[in-house]
Structures are given as C-alpha cells and as structure tokens.
C-alpha cells in the first residue's frame, strides 16, 4: 500500500519560511511526476507547483518566485520550500504523486500564516 506523509507545515509570521517535505512509500517514485496543492478553507484544492520525473517544474503565477518545488529520488522524498509567505497562503497543502495509470494524496499539512 502506498503512503504519502507531508510534514513541515505550522505557524508562521508574513515575510517567513517553511519547507514542506513529502515521503513516499512508493515503488519507482521516480518514474512518478509529483504535485504540491492547497486548499484554503471553503475553496477548492489547487494546484501550487509540479515537478516531472525528469526534474521540469510549474509554478502557479501567485507563487512564482517565492516557492521551490524539487525532489530526491534516492529518498523518495518531495519538498516544497516556501519562502516570503502571505496570509493568503494560509491552507492545507497535499503532496500528490501520479503516473498514466494512478495517482496517490497524501493527508495534508496545515501551513497558518499569520501575526
């Protein structure tokens, strides 16, 4: 069975930085692509940032220039480095792995930006 486990979320002032962090237990993780969403509270989950199994990244514009996605494919791991945070980046964010043929969530990881 597949487990995906965000960690790293938490409260923290505007202007500052986390790194959330996704491990996957997952065969071939690096043939997967992998996804960071958020879901503010009362509004749809979203996409934030995507990264390909040969290392491409997608930002969406509102994050563009502040988060970085990346990934280990020795660990299985995947990161999202977020820094100069806003309030409005105030959500849950999931990890999000997917092939042709499946994709697996992870539970989510609050991330509260606030003074």
């Known amino acids: 069975q597949v487990h995906l486990v965000e960690t790293g979320g938490g409260l923290v002032q505007p202007g500052g930085s986390l790194r959330l962090s996704c491990a996957a237990s997952?065969?071939?993780?690096?043939?997967?692509?992998a996804d960071w969403y958020y879901q503010a509270p009362g509004k749809q989950r979203e996409l934030v940032a995507r990264?390909?199994?040969?290392?491409?990244?997608y930002y969406v514009d509102s994050v563009k220039g502040r988060f970085t996605i990346s990934r280990d494919n020795v660990k299985n791991m995947v990161y999202l480095q977020m820094n100069s945070l806003k309030p409005d980046d105030t959500a849950v964010y999931y990890c999000?792995?997917?092939?042709?043929?499946?994709?697996?969530w992870g539970q989510g990881t609050q991330v509260t930006v606030s003074s």
């Open positions: 999000h792995l997917f092939s042709v043929v499946t994709n697996y």
């Open positions: 990264i390909h199994s040969g290392g491409s990244t």
């Open positions: 997952v065969s071939s993780f690096r043939d997967y692509a």
